[in-house]
């Protein structure tokens, strides 16, 4: 694989650490103070976003996510790395290029499954970023690291389908812009077993959907956007919301999940750089025993080895995205699950050292360290927990000796 980025992408790097540098680190604050100064954290946007969504818009720098497409980016996953790295640096950045999970997940499904009038009225307004939506996959009641374990049942009844279950985690419902969830259920329970689920499309305002709570990680409940537990009591769509087909869910589920693990993976890079430049720039501040930090064996340790695990990730991640983009992302499925497995916990570890490094300030909201902890730890879950991915490596690793084993 080429290692150099093309101009394209160095233009595009150019002008997103500008933007970065120009409003995006300046702004997190006044982010922070207008979210904090509202009545109902979970009723109204920080006007800030909206300011800097239209900035974005006017410097080129909108949907850069979405590869082999004429209503996105049009970039490969391999030159999307090295932005979504950028964008990564900072916790209200991805949305404000429109590039933030569950939405380009969502936008993925419905570019390459939707309909033609699913597009128009879902896709079109996503891409544009007028409304938000989520993805209801996750279930209290199942081990849903394994979709196969998904109870939600989707009944076909004449021209509609009815819709009843229980999901968590439904990231971005409490955003009072989502109109739209992407739903995950058994449509067919005496089907083949990757047949029997469906994705279907639930507006968020249909009778019987219910919001029960928005759930906290670590503490922090992520408003506006929020992380939901969502009831759905008999809810009653068109067939016409099918995604794809009947007996789809399963195939769509990896489709999607494939890129949206990388984008993690290449957004924690950004976030462990970032953590790095503030832990080298702290311990050349701080004196102890009559010495900086930064003169201390130890610590220059941590920085050797940050140096390090930073660099073997963001190398593992450009190799996934180069065999997506050359092979297609059923062949680079031991790639995908290697880097899901090793980003996040790289992240944790350099996250980690730079809170040891800023003592007890590092574990306060002053600093983004705790919430980027908070958020690494959560991606060793999200999207399939390490175990999963290394069951599954560990497979396809012993498939090439058990075939070389049968041709010797």
């Known amino acids: ?90 916790s209200i950045a991805p949305e404000v290029f429109n590039c933030s999970a569950p939405d380009t997940g969502n936008m993925e499904v419905l570019e390459r499954y939707g309909s033609p009038a699913q597009k128009e009225e879902w896709l079109q307004p996503l891409l544009e970023g007028k409304i938000r939506s989520c993805f209801s996959m996750t279930e209290p ?45 058994k449509s067919n329970p005496t089907a083949r077993k990757h047949e029997q689920q469906s994705m279907i499309l639930v507006p968020l305002n249909t009778e019987g959907v219910k919001v029960e709570r928005l759930l906290p990680v670590f503490g922090y409940d992520d408003a506006p956007h929020g992380h939901a537990e969502i009831t ?25 999940l494939g890129p949206g693990r990388i984008h993690h993976c290449m957004r924690l890079i950004g976030l462990a750089e970032r953590s790095l430049e503030q832990l080298c ?52 499925k031991a790639e995908i699950a290697m880097i899901k497995v090793v980003a996040p916990n790289m992240a944790l570890q350099v996250i980690d050292r730079a809170i040891q490094a800023f003592g007890a300030a590092g574990v306060s909201d002053d600093f983004h360290l705790a919430a980027g902890w908070a958020n690494a730890r959560t991606l060793r879950l999200a999207d399939g927990p390490d175990e999963v991915h290394r069951r599954q490596i560990a497979k396809l690793e012993m498939r090439k000796y058990k075939q070389k084993v049968e041709l010797s």
């Open 232 to 256: 759905y009591d008999n809810v009653r769509v068109p067939e016409a919301n099918m995604i794809w087909g009947e007996g789809k869910g399963f195939a769509i589920a990896q489709g999607r």
């Open 1 to 90: 694989m080429e290692f150099s980025y093309s101009d394209k992408v160095l233009n595009l790097q150019t002008k997103l650490h500008q933007f970065m540098e120009e409003f995006i680190y300046p702004n997190e604050q006044v982010y922070k103070e207008q979210l904090k100064s509202q009545a109902n954290r979970w009723s109204r946007i920080p006007p800030i976003l909206e300011e800097l969504k239209e900035r974005a818009k006017e410097r080129g720098l909108w949907n850069l996510f979405l590869p082999n497409s004429d209503v996105g980016g049009g970039l490969t996953n391999l030159e999307y790395a090295p932005l979504c790295e950028i964008m990564g640096r900072s």
């Open 281 to 332: 720039k702290r311990i050349q501040e701080r004196e102890t025993f009559g010495k900086k930090l930064a003169e201390q064996g130890v610590i220059q340790e941590w920085v050797a080895n940050s140096r390090i695990e930073i660099e073997q990730s963001r190398l593992l991640t450009l190799k996934a995205a180069y065999m997506m983009d050359t092979v297609g992302n059923k062949d680079a």
């Open 141 to 185: 009641d199942a081990a849903s690291s394994d979709a196969t374990n998904i109870g939600t049942s989707i009944k076909k009844e004449g021209n509609e389908y009815v819709i009843n279950g229980r999901k968590w985690w439904s990231s971005g419902a409490g955003d009072p812009r989502c109109q739209i969830a992407i739903v995950m259920g």
